[in-house]
């Protein structure tokens, strides 16, 4: 018979409801809180551990490109169903849902603008898009702007983050692996500078294709980076997975990526290499 009981800790609801909603966010690499406005003020990247939070196309545009210059291309190109997909929702309301969602058409932004002055193509994918994955739109997109770039002899940059292919179209999403790293062959052919910025996750279609293409690959700290996810290839191979493997830092010790660069250096990292690479 227990004579004495551990009591009940108790807290009241109305000391919750007095907490507001909305104003902090735990932050994944060392659970700490953070208030939401010091989080956007140090560009989505936690104070205490130097987590790099996701950051959307728009926002990494403005990050990057000097204020004022940028002019988006093919904004409107929009993606149709071409396998009438059927499942609990159709591909038309996926695709409904996440615009309204983002605000975004599709999950890659592109378009012209200057860094430090120096005229670039740019294209700028956004994982709250369907896990930015790539469609016949994404991967028209992408071309064009590498495309229109080479014709008018500028660097270009694409910052990647997607989850693969995009199922729903079937084999036309996977023949954007072909198209766009067809186009990259021709601006490299021109002599052209190609940089691509790895963010997290940066997987599958996207990565077995332009994201490793780059003349200068960087990457965001920790960032994922690989082909298929990690359970996948041990389940595979039945092998152990060496520690951090498929981070940026391990793909850094191997040879695969050429910097890390946080978030807040990016900007200024990106003009240094132009202005190596182009004489400007």
Sequence with gaps: MTIFRKPTLKISDKKKREMPEGLWTKCPGCSGMVHNLALEENLKVCAHCGHHFAMGAAERIALLIDEGSFQETDASMSAVDPLGFKGVATYEERLATYRKKTGLVDAVITGSGAMGGIPVGLAVMDFAFLAATMGSVVG?????????????????????????????????????????????????????????????????????????????????????IGFAGPRVIRETTHQELPAGFQTAEFLLEHGLIDEIVPRVRMRETIITILGNLTGK
């Design 140 to 224: 028209e997109k992408i071309t064009r702007i590498i495309e229109a770039s080479t014709k008018a002899k500028r660097p270009v940059i694409i910052v990647c983050a997607s989850g693969g292919a995009r199922m729903y179209e079937g084999m036309l999403s996977l023949m954007q692996m072909a198209k766009t790293s067809g186009a990259l062959a021709r601006h490299a052919e021109a002599g052209l500078p190609y940089i691509a910025v790895l963010t997290n996750p940066t997987t599958a279609g996207v990565m077995a294709s332009f994201a490793t293409l780059g003349d200068i690959t960087l990457a965001e700290p920790k960032a994922m």
